[in-house]
């Protein structure tokens, strides 16, 4: 499904490579219809943005949006877990759970980064990427309300998420959450201000049906890549 590879590149950094081909993204997203017509026209117009966009405006803009703060991270299990220890095991389980379908994922980047696990269902059908999205629909959900209060553009790309994942989620919850949400300011002082916390509680990607069966825990306390090392750990928060 093309679809969701246009999405994970309209999620990357803007890079001349790929905004070359903005006119074959805007023919996948019509044509595939894997959206509603509404959101099949925001998306588009998002593209023609960008491919109309100043490409220093455009980077300046991606990183404005997700690189100075945490509330919109698009490492997803940094919403579910902050900076837990939990999050290390996160990790592993679903890099297995790659690994199982066949997804070589040779990238710096690390496996909960949402342009790579969109990457990941467009090698799935629209049943199963449904399902993992919609085990993810609470953080989705959550980002998308953070980018509508501040008129982001890059909402709509959430939006057109949620409509695929399908799932009910408590969105008066959500928006009482983002409403009483202190907005960062300054890059500088968002480290000592701002700790994203662990926003629904629980690792929203291990359900009791599909993802335990799909993530089986094969990896066992008798392994030294169970607990993450502190180096690893370091690694992972740059």
């Keep these: ?23 074959e993204f805007k023919q996948v997203i019509v044509e595939e219809k894997l959206l509603s017509k509404k959101l099949i026209k925001k998306v588009v117009a998002l593209i023609t ?20 703060g945490a509330s919109h991270s698009l490492h997803l299990f940094e919403h579910i877990h902050g900076e837990s220890r939990d999050r290390g095991q996160a990790m592993i389980d679903l890099m297995e759970m790659y690994n199982d ?16 696990f969109l990457e990941f ?3 799935t059908n629209i049943k199963t990427a449904s399902h993992f999205l919609g085990e993810t629909a609470k953080v989705l959900t959550l980002i998308k309300e953070r980018l509508a209060k501040k008129q982001l553009d890059y909402e709509v790309v959430f939006s057109a998420l ?7 989620v408590n969105r008066k919850e959500i928006k009482e959450i983002v409403a009483a949400e202190k907005d960062e300011e300054l890059h500088e002082n968002i480290d000592e201000e701002y700790e994203e916390p662990e926003a629904f509680g629980k690792n929203l990607f291990k359900s009791k049906d599909y993802l335990n069966e799909k993530i089986a825990m094969k990896i066992h306390s008798s392994n ?8 690893d750990s370091a690694q992972q928060e740059q």
């Design 49 to 68: 943005r960008l491919q109309n966009d100043d490409l220093i405006d455009a980077q300046e803009n991606y990183v404005a949006t997700f690189d100075r």
């Design 121 to 123: 269902l467009s090698t």
């Design 224 to 231: 030294p890549h169970s607990q993450p090392k502190a180096e």
């Design 101 to 116: 379908s066949g997804l070589d994922v040779n990238t710096s980047d690390l496996p909960d980064y949402l342009p790579v």
């Design 162 to 168: 949620v409509e695929v994942a399908g799932e009910k």
């Design 1 to 23: 499904m093309h679809t969701f590879k246009v999405l994970s590149l309209l999620l990357s950094y803007p890079r001349e490579e790929w905004l070359d081909h903005c006119d």
